[in-house]
């Protein structure tokens, strides 16, 4: 059963960068779409990108400052966030769908496996 870890969250100031990683286990990653989340304090998650059969998606919000990749090699999907802000502060999640994402950045609910989650905090 796959089985999702995340790693790579910290304290950065504004301006700053972090890269986050999601490691696989269990079953091959490049058999799945794998969604990159987040969520602030007393918000709803928001998907941040979408990766799979070759094309990655973002939310509006992070276009041009976030870059998805992944490494089927090592399992691992990467989330490289440059540029950060204050509102960029949040709970980041990795997600595993076994279909596409079709082009889109898809809602929480259209996910099957999640991992636990790796806090960021931007703040000077």
């Known amino acids: 059963q796959l089985q999702l870890v995340e790693s790579g969250g910290g304290l950065v100031q504004p301006g700053g960068s972090l890269r986050l990683s999601c490691v696989a286990s269990g079953a091959p990653l490049d058999y799945y779409a794998i969604g990159w989340f987040r969520q602030a304090p007393g918000k709803d998650r928001q998907g941040v990108s979408c990766?799979?059969?070759?094309?990655?998606n973002y939310a509006d919000s992070v276009k041009g400052r976030f870059t998805t990749s992944r490494d089927n090699a090592k399992n691992t999907v990467y989330l490289q966030m440059n540029s950060l802000q204050p509102e960029d502060t949040g709970i980041y999640y990795c997600?595993?769908?076994?279909?596409?994402?079709?082009?889109?950045?898809?809602?929480?609910?259209?996910?099957?496996?999640w991992g636990q989650g790796t806090q960021v905090t931007v703040s000077s």
């Open positions: 997600a595993a769908r076994a279909r596409y994402c079709s082009g889109y950045v898809l809602p929480s609910y259209e996910y099957e496996r």
């Open positions: 990766i799979s059969d070759g094309r990655t």
